[in-house]
């Protein structure tokens, strides 16, 4: 059976970054268990930094990937924890990641964040089949039919969705999507939709693109009401951003 890729359009849009750096800054460890080997990971959404003895520290890691604006980010609790003891392809994707620091070779550095993007995927999957009990975008994606509604609009935000059409693809009626939508995302699907278009707008904004441009682009009708919205959104006008 097809399942959707439910990640991708978010790792796409959002850069990640997965640098080597010490425990006081990082965001990322990875834990040793009792026989020495990597025995959980550690990630923290909240601020950087552990309180952790380095002995029991296999490596740690600052990760970037757009902060709070990334509302995968945003909707992962304060401090994520997965446990490696059973997943033997994680803990060869951290012995890679290990021969690469040790040996030092030119482009060990590339290598090591391509490899910590692999890291993040798969805590990202981890957490998503996990589900969660608040209300988010996490929660939304570990829904099977929530999460095919939550893709379209990911893959297509310029698309003049309405409830109807959304409520279509999750293989719902109406009322019910809207109902489910908002117990388990935490708002309404259009004011969702509203707010990941408002998100690649800014973006855009900040690498210089047209303001009618990003209009047209993200569904709006003209650009003085896509500056209206922008403005109630992020308190400033698109213009002054990327001045």
């Given amino acids: 059976m097809y399942k959707i890729d439910r990640l991708t359009t978010l790792m796409d849009r959002f850069s990640l970054s997965v640098k080597m750096a010490p425990l006081n800054v990082a965001?990322?460890?990875?834990?040793?268990?009792?026989?020495?080997?990597?025995?959980?990971?550690?990630?923290?959404?909240?601020?950087?930094?552990f309180d952790i003895p380095s002995s029991n520290i296999v490596f740690a890691a600052a990760v970037d990937w757009g902060g709070q604006s990334n509302p995968l980010i945003a909707a992962l609790p304060d401090v994520v924890e997965l446990d490696l003891c059973q997943d033997e392809e994680t803990v060869a994707l951290i012995g890679l990641m290990q021969s690469e620091l040790a040996a030092q070779r030119c482009g060990g550095g590339s290598v090591i964040n391509r490899l910590g993007e692999v890291l993040i995927v798969r805590m990202l999957r981890s957490q998503i089949e996990l589900g969660s009990t608040r209300p988010g975008l996490l929660a939304g994606l570990s829904d099977v039919r929530l999460s095919r509604a939550i893709v379209a609009v990911h893959e297509q935000p310029g698309r003049n969705w309405?409830?109807?059409?959304?409520a279509q693809i999750a293989g719902m009626s109406r009322s019910r999507f809207a109902e489910l939508f908002q117990a388990t995302v935490g708002e309404p699907p259009v004011a969702y939709l509203r707010r990941w278009r408002l998100i690649l707008a800014r973006q855009d904004v900040t690498w210089?693109?047209?303001?009618?441009?990003?209009?047209?682009r993200y569904g709006y009708t003209s650009p003085e009401g896509f500056s209206r919205a922008f403005k109630r959104h992020y308190g400033k006008n698109p213009i002054s951003l990327r001045a």
């Avoid at 990322?28 to 909240?46: A, Y």
């Avoid at 309405?162 to 959304?166: G, I, V």
């Avoid at 210089?208 to 047209?216: N, P």
């Fill in 162 to 166: 309405c409830n109807e059409d959304l």
């Fill in 208 to 216: 210089g693109d047209r303001v009618d441009h990003i209009a047209r």
């Fill in 27 to 49: 965001t990322l460890v990875v834990l040793s268990g009792v026989d020495g080997k990597p025995g959980r990971l550690r990630f923290r959404t909240d601020s950087a930094g």
